[in-house]
């Protein structure tokens, strides 16, 4: 068992080690091939948890083996453990374990149920931007929008609309309003209306705060003023009504500890 730490002065370099110490006992005693990313990463190129899990376990017999992997040697063996293929790395594939902030997952609503709009905005505010080709071969990648951003355009079929759907790697850098209204403002240079937006799962008080300062009318600072003006701008409430108390990181635990 791992001894209980207490979360008071606990860095991100105190995680990483605490990642990296447990990608290392877990391969010397499973024989799983373990994979390290984020801060904890051994490499620059092993930073995103989706480039390591690239390919997927389907992946992962050619990755280990001398088959063609769409992985290059910097980023296709694991940080600890086996190295090849064998039966026990068929029955157990691989782990990963990382150590990075909060990573916020965000999606944007728009009226456009085929989600071609959708797809044209998530290529264009995601980091990684569009993939630029030439007839002869040669390509070139152009930068997106936002800073630290993953994002895609899907079909929402339940709900006859589509989402841009981003991870936001570091709330801090880009916040959930920034994201939100870069999608609105290049939906409606397309016809397309952004009723409003989706976050899964919880999300920290402060990128909370941050976009209610942005939608609250000037000279608001009190928090749950903030709060609720950044539920109403962002349109929170459209697909399903959000709770504060269950959804902001800080409130669900109080919630949880009966403060």
């Keep these: 068992m791992c001894p209980f730490i207490p979360l008071d002065g606990v860095t991100m370099t105190d995680c990483a080690k605490l990642a990296t110490s447990l990608a290392e006992r877990v391969a010397k005693s ?7 990313y984020g801060q904890a990463a051994s490499t620059s190129a092993k930073t995103l948890l989706s ?3 690239k390919g997927q376990y389907e992946g992962l017999e050619d990755r280990l083996s001398d088959g063609t992997s769409i992985h290059e040697d910097d980023t296709r063996y694991p940080d600890f453990g086996p190295r090849r293929w064998n039966e026990v790395v068929a029955k157990s594939g691989a782990i990963t374990f990382g ?6 997952a965000y999606n944007v609503n ?8 959708a797809r044209k905005v998530g290529s264009l505010v995601r980091s990684t931007g569009r993939l630029i080709k030439k007839e002869d071969g040669r ?5 997106g929008m936002l800073t630290l951003v993953q994002g895609m355009g899907v079909p929402l079929e ?5 989402q841009v759907s981003m991870n936001l790697r570091d709330v801090s850098q880009c916040p959930m309003h920034v994201a939100f209204e870069a999608c609105k403002s290049i939906a409606q240079d397309h016809g397309v209306e952004v009723p409003g937006s989706e976050l899964v799962g919880l999300v920290p008080l402060s990128a909370m705060l941050e976009s209610g300062r942005w939608y609250a009318e000037e000279g608001v600072t009190e928090e749950r003023a903030l709060v609720e ?3 109403e701008g962002l349109g929170l409430h459209q697909l399903e009504k959000f709770h504060p108390e269950k959804r902001i990181i800080e409130y669900a635990l109080k919630e949880a500890l009966g403060q």
């Design 139 to 143: 390509k070139m990648r152009v930068p």
């Design 229 to 231: 003006a950044a539920i």
């Design 158 to 162: 339940t709900h006859q609309m589509s």
């Design 99 to 104: 150590a990075r902030g909060i990573l916020v």
């Design 30 to 36: 499973c024989s799983v091939p373990t994979f390290l």
């Design 51 to 53: 480039t390591i899990r």
């Design 110 to 117: 728009l009226s456009d149920p085929n989600a071609d709009v």
